[in-house]
């Protein structure tokens, strides 16, 4: 069965420092990747996909992932932070008709 | 601008009341979906529809029950066989058809019971 783990519960990052939010996924084939994030109270946006080709791809608001395959991950990064990234990450997996999701990370930015 | 609509943003429920949340989607996508999101848990699917007239359980659907009558609209509603309703509801839609569309979704309608 596919599944999606996103090892960190939470993570802390001081603004204007790197980071980089962990996803494994379990699936057969090459898998469609997205990232979506939420704020409190609202629903989730989209921040980038994989599809195919390019193993590093670009989203919005400056972050952008990589696909590897050989670890079966496609990890998040930003090269810099700002107070309004804090906000919930999902990382999911689309195989059919099926999404399947993480438990998501929670992102604090301290000043 | 086109979007998905859930209504109302916030519900409360009392014991042994069925309660309905709206979705409505002006992008002109096939599929819809609703999940529930508790803390720590992510998301889990409900429900979900590729075409109107036509749905399919998710992993959680007892206790609840949706139509799709119009493509457009894919109502949840809440059934008093819910033991635990607390929860935020997020509603979902995609293209179907081609794999890897993403989905989008609405602001979620967040219940309580009274």
């Known amino acids: 069965a596919q599944s999606v783990t996103q090892p960190d519960i939470h993570i802390t990052v001081s603004e204007g420092a790197s980071l980089e939010l962990r996803c494994n996924y379990s699936?057969?084939?090459?898998?469609?990747l997205f990232w979506y994030v939420q704020s409190p109270g609202q629903g989730l946006q989209l921040l980038l996909k994989?599809?195919?080709?390019?193993?590093l791809v670009q989203g919005i608001k400056g972050f952008e992932a990589e696909f590897k395959r050989s670890q079966s991950s496609f990890n998040l990064r930003k090269p810099s932070v700002h107070w309004s990234d804090a906000a919930e990450y999902f990382c999911?997996?689309?195989?059919?008709?099926?999404?399947?999701f993480g438990t998501g990370t929670s992102l604090t930015v301290i000043p | 601008d086109g979007g998905i609509t859930q209504s109302p943003k916030y519900l409360f429920r009392k014991e042994g009341q069925n309660v309905t949340l709206s979705c409505e989607q002006n992008?002109?996508?096939?599929?819809m979906y609703w999940y529930r999101q508790d803390p720590g848990q992510g998301l889990r699917l409900i429900y979900y529809?590729?075409?109107?007239?036509?749905?399919q359980k998710g992993d959680i659907a007892e206790g609840y029950s949706v139509s799709r009558e119009k493509k457009e609209s894919f109502p949840l509603t809440v059934t008093s066989a819910q033991k635990n309703p607390t929860a935020f509801y997020l509603c979902?839609?995609?293209?179907?058809?081609?794999?890897?569309?993403?989905?989008?979704f609405g602001d979620g309608t967040r219940l309580s019971i009274l």
């Open positions: 979902a839609s995609r293209w179907a058809g081609q794999e890897g569309q993403p989905q989008h």
């Open positions: 699936y057969g084939a090459t898998p469609y």
């Open positions: 994989y599809f195919s080709g390019d193993t």
């Open positions: 999911a997996v689309n195989t059919g008709n099926q999404f399947y």
């Open positions: 992008l002109n996508h096939d599929a």
């Open positions: 529809s590729q075409i109107v007239n036509d749905f």
